[in-house]
Nanobody, 120 residues
Framework: QVQLVESGGGLVQAGGSLRLSCTASGITFSDNVMGWYRHVLGKQRELVAGIRPGRVTKYLNSVRGRFTISRDDAENIMYLQMNNLKPEDTAVYYC??????????????WGQGTQVTVSS
């Protein structure tokens, strides 16, 4: 059974930083494109960043240059370093296997997510 666990969220002032972590069990991490997604109530969940096993990355335009995705396949863990956070980054952040056109599809059931709140 696949289990995805996100952590590292919190409340931060605009301009601050957070590092999110995603641990995965029940999958061979290195076989999967992985992604960070975020969801705001009333809006569609969106892909924030994705990373291939070969470290090729993809970012949402609004976070490019501020967020950095990375992965450690040996440890089955993925990170999202978020710098210069803005109030519009406030959301629940999730990780998942990314698939399909533009990596907008996902491979596994969602975890509980981690709340990121950025105050102005």
């Amino acid at each position: 059974q696949v289990q995805l666990v996100e952590s590292g969220g919190g409340l931060v002032q605009a301009g601050g930083s957070l590092r999110l972590s995603c641990t995965a069990s029940g999958i061979t991490f290195s076989d999967n494109v992985m992604g960070w997604y975020r969801h705001v109530l009333g809006k569609q969940r969106e892909l924030v960043a994705g990373i291939r096993p070969g470290r090729v990355t993809k970012y949402l335009n609004s976070v490019r240059g501020r967020f950095t995705i990375s992965r450690d396949d040996a440890e089955n863990i993925m990170y999202l370093q978020m710098n210069n956070l803005k109030p519009e980054d406030t959301a629940v952040y999730y990780c998942n296997g990314a698939r399909g056109l533009g990596w907008h599809g996902t491979s596994f059931s969602w975890g509980q997510g981690t709340q990121v709140t950025v105050s102005s």
